[in-house]
Structure formats: structure tokens, C-alpha cells
């Protein structure tokens, strides 16, 4: 499994080390390394383990089954995935989003949410205004130019108001 969403930090730091930003969310959204093409496994998390399930009610949070190509990220993010092994993953190993990419598919995301939650890394130290804009480069060339545009002048925004 891929912890494809914001959740999937935690498999870089702990709770102690984030800001409160960082872990506000209740949903954890969840991408199966393998499904098919119509995500019948992501559909499957979504019954047993979902919002409003009994495994949401007992735990306060719930997953959100999603595909692999729910997340704008750059090229080669499978090769920097986070693996995690706990005693949480009974012995398995699960997949967080690298912390710079994962702030990329954020920013594509483009929602202000999603905007305090970089925002808050980046102000925290965790991810650096530099990497995000290496991995800006690495949108897949299929990624719609306004959106990388967007990405570019928020990061840039967000550098000026934040000098180092």
C-alpha cells in the first residue's frame, strides 16, 4: 500500500516533529501498489475501512481508497517512496510519498488547505523552497502548464515572504 496523501508524512517524521498542520487530517488516503483500472481494490478499502465504517468510528480516523494517479507527482517519485515497516504493518512494508513530493501534488492540488500544509512544512524547516522547485521540473509533461505555472508563483511568493 501507498499512503499517498498528507498522512503519508508521518512515515518521514513523527507527530511530535509536525506541525499541527501537518496532521489535521482524519482521512488517510490509501493507493494499493497494485490494483486494477478500475481501482476495484481501492474501492474495496473504501467499504470495510472507510469514512463512517466501524474501523472509523473505533479509531477516529478512516482511510480513503484512491488510485495511483489520484496525486499529480513528479517523475521518478516511486523510486523515492518512504517505506515503513511497524508494528502497525504486521510484518508488511508500507509506502509513504516522499515529503517534496508529496508537497508538489499538494501544491497541484491547488486548495487552500493544501496550501497551510506546505506552507506550514516549509515555515517548520522540514522541506526546503530549493527541492520544490527541482521537483517543479519533474512534472510529468502531461501536467496542464497553468498548473505548473501556479506551483511556480506560489513557491516564489511564499520564498519572498519568507527570506532566509
Same mark, same amino acid.
Given at each position: 500500500m501507498i499512503i499517498?496523501? %498528507?498522512?503519508?508524512v508521518l512515515g518521514t517524521w513523527n507527530e511530535e516533529e509536525l506541525p499541527d498542520e501537518a496532521t489535521l487530517s482524519g482521512e488517510v488516503d490509501i493507493a494499493p501498489m497494485h490494483d486494477d483500472d478500475a481501482e476495484s481494490l481501492a474501492t474495496? *478499502?473504501?467499504g470495510v475501512v472507510g /469514512? *463512517? %465504517?466501524?474501523?472509523?468510528e473505533s479509531h477516529g480516523y478512516y482511510v480513503q481508497g484512491v488510485g495511483r494517479k489520484t496525486a499529480v507527482l513528479p517523475d521518478g517519485w516511486e523510486d523515492r517512496l518512504v517505506p515503513v515497516k511497524t508494528d502497525w504493518t504486521n510484518g508488511g512494508t508500507g509506502f509513504c510519498l516522499d515529503p517534496v513530493d508529496l508537497c508538489i501534488a499538494k501544491l497541484v492540488a491547488h486548495r487552500d488547505k493544501d496550501f497551510s500544509f506546505v506552507g506550514a512544512l516549509l515555515e517548520a524547516g522540514l522541506v526546503d523552497a530549493a527541492q *520544490?522547485? /527541482?521537483r517543479i521540473d519533474l512534472l510529468p509533461a502531461s501536467t496542464d502548464r497553468r498548473s505548473i505555472d501556479a506551483v511556480t508563483g506560489w513557491v516564489t511568493s511564499w520564498q519572498h515572504a519568507h527570506p532566509r
Open positions: 499517498i496523501g %498528507s498522512q503519508s474495496k *478499502l473504501d /469514512e *463512517l %465504517s466501524a474501523f472509523h *520544490l522547485r /527541482e
